[in-house]
């Protein structure tokens, strides 16, 4: 369960793992809202087709709510024959014994974990879930809680870096974009200024306006792509870098490209990283550096893959960037990279270029 970092693989995690460790034909998880029914729920046992059929998640109701309600466990030798059962959809697989327990943060109910129809026989009359399947599931709950505490923070540590991410690219617009618009503008208003007394002078005028049109074109482009979402889940890594790697190349005088070998997928948390440790690294490349090359490799190494970011510019001394409190996003890039168990070298002198590499273990 540790090692997911994405709340929903934490969540199928617990799930799968309590089904199998405690012998049950169906498990779920249900996260509470903040109005007394579930913000999400994961189910295993049941298929996706019989989940679509089965319909919306469960509200308000039954014995599900009441796991919520009183955060309590709850071991039951027929749930329908409780009195605060309420049915379900007839597309719901017919369930009978029962155990379920609430998942605590201190003294908050952050799941409820639910398993139903212990796969071996089961006393007559009695519940299949003994008491040492309560315990047993009562310490996979501990666990539980602690890693789902631990994604939730790391999810909200995300979002807090997109948040800082959108605001220096506000930066970058005002910066770069703005005021090529407003020199194009003021190159206009001169050049109609000159159309009839000099028309040679007007069309030189032009001709920066068109150049300046061009550089503000490439701005925007270069901004929209990292603006965009990554269409990592549809695409994947590679494709995703590739893609925006080529844009990069048309938008900027340097020359940008991509080379991989032997990677395939790798687990979602360090996709996202890796991508976002790209973005950086090639933002301070084209904008910063003056390179005329950028080079982006991304190799497999052992189980895991590594991310390479080579520019030729005018480099940097690292010492002297943290002794004058900038850091070109590298706090960034570290925090990115060692968040996915990572390890981010950066190795850059004035006048040598800049390389930045990213090892990920893979998953």
């Given at each position: 369960?540790?090692r997911?970092l994405e709340?929903?693989d934490?969540l199928?995690?617990?799930?799968?793992?309590?089904?199998?460790?405690?012998d049950?034909?169906?498990?779920a998880?249900g996260?509470?809202?903040?109005?007394?029914?579930?913000?999400?729920?994961?189910?295993?046992?049941?298929?996706?087709?019989?989940?679509?059929?089965?319909?919306?998640?469960?509200?308000?109701?039954?014995?599900?709510?009441?796991?919520?309600?009183e955060a309590?466990?709850e071991?039951?030798?027929?749930?329908?024959?409780?009195?605060?059962?309420?049915?379900?959809?007839?597309?719901?697989?017919?369930?009978?014994?029962?155990l379920?327990?609430?998942?605590?943060d201190?003294?908050?109910?952050?799941?409820a974990?639910?398993?139903?129809n212990?796969?071996?026989?089961?006393?007559?009359?009695?519940?299949?879930?003994?008491?040492?399947?309560?315990?047993?599931?009562?310490?996979?709950?501990q666990?539980?809680?602690?890693?789902?505490t631990?994604?939730?923070?790391?999810?909200?540590?995300?979002?807090?870096?997109?948040a800082?991410?959108?605001s220096?690219?506000?930066?970058?617009l005002?910066?770069?974009?703005?005021?090529?618009?407003?020199?194009?503008r003021?190159t206009a208003q001169?050049?109609?200024?000159?159309?009839?007394?000099?028309?040679?002078?007007?069309?030189?005028?032009?001709?920066?306006?068109?150049?300046?049109?061009?550089?503000?074109?490439?701005e925007?482009?270069?901004?929209?792509?990292?603006?965009?979402?990554?269409?990592?889940?549809?695409?994947?890594?590679?494709?995703?870098?590739?893609?925006?790697?080529?844009?990069?190349?048309r938008?900027?005088?340097?020359?940008?490209?991509?080379?991989?070998d032997?990677?395939?997928?790798?687990?979602?948390?360090?996709?996202?990283?890796?991508?976002?440790?790209?973005?950086?690294?090639?933002?301070?490349?084209?904008?910063?550096?003056?390179?005329?090359?950028?080079?982006?490799?991304?190799?497999?190494?052992?189980?895991?893959?590594?991310?390479?970011?080579n520019?030729?510019?005018?480099?940097?001394?690292?010492?002297?960037?943290?002794?004058?409190g900038?850091?070109?996003g590298?706090?960034?890039?570290h925090?990115?990279?060692s968040?996915?168990g990572?390890?981010l070298t950066?190795?850059?002198?004035?006048?040598?270029?800049?390389?930045?590499e990213?090892?990920?273990?893979?998953?």
């Amino acid at each position: 369960m540790s090692r997911h970092l994405e709340v929903r693989d934490v969540l199928k995690t617990i799930v799968a793992s309590a089904r199998e460790l405690l012998d049950a034909e169906y498990a779920a998880l249900g996260v509470p809202d903040d109005h007394g029914g579930f913000a999400q729920f994961v189910v295993d046992g049941v298929s996706d087709e019989q989940w679509k059929a089965i319909g919306p998640l469960p509200r308000q109701h039954g014995i599900l709510a009441a796991m919520l309600r009183e955060a309590k466990t709850e071991r039951l030798a027929d749930v329908r024959k409780d009195p605060r059962f309420e049915g379900w959809p007839s597309a719901h697989p017919d369930m009978s014994d029962f155990l379920g327990l609430p998942i605590k943060d201190g003294d908050e109910t952050i799941g409820a974990l639910f398993l139903a129809n212990k796969k071996c026989p089961k006393p007559q009359g009695g519940c299949g879930f003994t008491q040492e399947d309560e315990e047993l599931l009562q310490i996979l709950a501990q666990h539980a809680a602690i890693a789902l505490t631990n994604a939730r923070l790391y999810e909200r540590s995300r979002e807090l870096t997109i948040a800082e991410e959108r605001s220096r690219l506000a930066h970058e617009l005002h910066d770069a974009v703005s005021q090529k618009l407003f020199s194009l503008r003021l190159t206009a208003q001169a050049a109609a200024k000159l159309v009839d007394r000099d028309p040679a002078r007007a069309k030189d005028e032009l001709q920066h306006v068109v150049a300046l049109a061009a550089e503000a074109a490439d701005e925007l482009r270069a901004a929209v792509v990292e603006l965009r979402p990554a269409a990592l889940d549809e695409d994947g890594l590679v494709a995703t870098l590739r893609t925006q790697i080529q844009v990069l190349d048309r938008a900027h005088g340097a020359r940008v490209t991509f080379c991989c070998d032997g990677i395939r997928a790798l687990p979602a948390a360090q996709e996202e990283a890796m991508l976002r440790v790209a973005q950086e690294a090639l933002h301070n490349a084209l904008r910063h550096s003056g390179a005329r090359c950028v080079d982006v490799t991304l190799d497999k190494r052992g189980v895991g893959a590594v991310l390479r970011v080579n520019d030729d510019g005018k480099g940097f001394e690292p010492k002297s960037i943290r002794r004058a409190g900038r850091h070109l996003g590298l706090v960034s890039m570290h925090d990115r990279t060692s968040g996915v168990g990572g390890r981010l070298t950066v190795e850059s002198e004035p006048g040598k270029g800049t390389t930045i590499e990213m090892e990920v273990p893979g998953g």
